[in-house]
Every structure is written in structure tokens, then in C-alpha cells.
């Protein structure tokens, strides 16, 4: 599960969307942020644990429901390793 703050996010520009980019520098879709509220998510389970190790999470400033592409469009606002599993 990951969890994370969200209440400083400028969703006035549009949606947050949270991003796990692996080893392979491919970034995945997690979901979209809610800024009135933490986020909490569970990780698809195909993901798996050698997937998640030394990866990264990111949040990206995308249109209003989420990146058109299923790639980060838009400036990345955050980001931070994972700590632990």
C-alpha cells in the first residue's frame, strides 16, 4: 500500500496523477490523487516486489482526469524512493 500527502497540491490546475518508475525507467500509472484527502493504494499485484525494489514514485500535474497518454505529460510536483516494503 502507498500512502501519501496531498493536501498541498494545486488541483485547481488540474489532477494530480502518482507514477511508480522502475528500474527500467518506464514510468506506471498508480491513480489519481484526491487533494482534499491522503491517498492510499494498493500496487497492482503484477508489479511485484522486483519491481518495486530501488523504484521511485512520482506525482505529475496532468489535464483533469489524468494523463491522455498513460505517460507523464505534465511537471513533475514530487517525488521520493520507496522506503520500504
Known amino acids: 500500500m502507498i500512502a501519501a500527502p496531498t493536501r498541498d ?3 485547481a ?3 494530480a496523477e502518482l507514477w511508480l518508475i522502475g528500474a527500467d525507467g518506464k ?3 498508480l491513480g489519481l490523487l484526491d487533494p482534499a484527502r491522503p491517498a492510499a493504494m494498493r ?3 503484477p508489479l511485484g516486489r522486483g519491481v518495486v525494489e530501488k523504484a521511485v514514485l512520482a506525482v505529475s ?4 482526469g489524468g494523463s ?3 505517460l507523464p505529460t505534465g511537471p ?3 517525488k521520493g ?3 520500504a516494503l
Open 43 to 45: 500496487l497492482p499485484e
Open 13 to 15: 490546475r488540474g489532477s
Open 76 to 78: 513533475v510536483v514530487a
Open 9 to 11: 497540491l494545486p488541483a
Open 27 to 29: 514510468p506506471k500509472p
Open 68 to 70: 491522455p497518454t498513460g
Open 61 to 64: 500535474l496532468e489535464p483533469r
Open 81 to 83: 524512493a520507496i522506503l
